[in-house]
């Protein structure tokens, strides 16, 4: 059912839902456009909305070929929207969702259009500041690019700074969602433009995986990751590409490229990429779920659950994998100094089995059984060595005669 939005809009059709609120194909004086209308609860929060008007110049003013521009901001009564343009195509999200990982090439040429968009946004002082796959859109009608990839636009800018308003997130929670927040983050310090640097390395890593570098498990072992540990090497890509992954990847943010550097080092390395097919790898294991973890529906069959997740025991999440906020409180010193110093989870190799999988049950079996008779015949071999040695019928055997010795069966 149509619904009228302001005076000069009219929304016909839900395009998708998220943790902000509901995005709708609408039309408007020039056309189609996409309307995102956030919920209900935050269109009555006056604070919010007198954000929400002081953000309107900033975000209206945000014009560039990969990036979703914000025609308007449409305040009334309870209806607060974002009037954006519509692209026709899909987001990042589904296209990992269905072919797990890219090729270097197309990886490397999206995530060079999203750093193009990230160096326009920063040259006018607006940090995006939840830089993931969900929020890049693929322009299906555009030209494709290197390794056949639809041109990349990066959209929700501002939505994140909107909803995190002091009165909503205390100094004890953050907000974002965990596999691409940048460490400084989790310490509690003010996001900088190099917080959208490391979510897009994180996004670059995850492309040419199928895994982000410090995901998986409960949330808080997320967040200790990305302070904790190194980032884990990716077999199979070019020193220089892996380098810059590393770089961007750096706990330090004075340490990691500026967007502008990103890009333009990006499309340097696309030739070397030409024709090189997606990395075949296997995402790591897991930690186990910590017990006071609050408990989770089943993740449908063949999917991996990400996103929302609660980290304070008995919170009830609200959120879907889509979703583009994460409420979560701020882990204390003593949580984020727990965790290991060294290498982040390392990927299998591609078809070992997963510990405690009934392959790698009976590949441990097998290895028992090999090692158990192993032994067995070293101490066979031990005491016919023995009983040679104290034998006066070979007492004159010279070490060339046991040349003729058949190797034992392994």
């Known amino acids: 059912m149509a619904r009228k939005i302001g005076s000069r809009y009219t929304a016909h059709q839900?395009?998708?839902?998220?943790?902000?609120?509901?995005?709708?194909?609408?039309?408007?004086?020039?056309?189609?456009?996409?309307?995102?209308?956030?919920?209900?609860?935050?269109?009555?929060?006056q604070e919010l909305v007198g954000r929400f008007v002081q953000e309107r110049t900033a975000l209206l003013g945000l014009e560039h070929p990969h990036v979703v521009s914000v025609r308007d901001l449409v305040v009334d009564g309870n209806d607060l929207a974002l009037v954006m343009d519509l692209v026709r195509g899909t987001d990042l999200r589904t296209r990992l969702d269905r072919d797990k990982r890219l090729a270097p090439e197309a990886a490397v040429a999206i995530v060079a259009d999203v750093a193009d968009g990230l160096a326009a946004a920063h040259a006018a002082g607006v940090v995006h500041r939840d830089v993931k796959p969900e929020n890049v859109l693929l322009d299906m009608q555009g030209p494709l690019g290197p390794g056949g990839a639809h041109p990349a636009l990066l959209t929700d800018f501002g939505v994140a700074k909107l909803i995190d308003s002091p009165k909503r997130t205390r100094a004890t929670k953050i907000i974002g969602t965990p596999d691409y927040l940048a460490p400084e983050i989790v310490e509690g310090l003010p996001p900088r433009a190099s917080v959208d640097i490391y979510a897009l390395a994180t996004v670059l890593y995850e492309l040419l995986a199928g895994f982000t570098p410090f995901g998986g498990g409960h949330p808080g072992a997320v967040l200790r990751r990305h302070v904790t540990e190194t980032v884990a090497p990716l077999p199979g890509i070019p020193d220089e590409l892996w380098?810059?992954?590393?770089?961007?990847?750096?706990?330090?943010?004075a340490s990691r490229l500026r967007a502008s550097e990103l890009g333009v080092r990006l499309r340097e390395l696309l030739p070397m990429l030409a024709g090189m097919p997606p990395l075949d790898v296997d995402e790591p294991d897991t930690e186990p779920v910590e017990e006071e973890t609050a408990p989770q529906e089943p993740a449908p069959s063949g999917q991996v659950r990400r996103g929302a997740v609660p980290l304070v025991p008995g919170a009830k999440p609200t959120d879907s994998n889509r979703d583009t906020h994460t409420s979560m409180r701020v882990p204390g010193p003593d949580e984020l100094a727990g965790g290991a110093r060294g290498t982040a989870r390392v990927p299998r190799a591609s078809g070992a089995p997963r510990p405690g999988s009934a392959r790698h049950k009976a590949a441990t079996r097998r290895r028992r059984v090999a090692v158990g008779a192993a032994a067995v015949v070293l101490v066979v071999a031990g005491g016919v060595g023995t009983w040679l040695a104290t034998s006066g019928d070979d007492a004159d055997a010279t070490p060339q005669d046991t040349k003729n010795t058949a190797p034992a069966s392994p």
């Open 14 to 45: 839900i395009l998708g839902r998220g943790s902000a609120g509901t995005v709708w194909l609408g039309e408007g004086p020039e056309g189609p456009v996409a309307i995102k209308l956030l919920r209900e609860d935050l269109a009555s929060d």
């Open 243 to 253: 380098q810059l992954v590393v770089q961007c990847l750096a706990k330090a943010p």
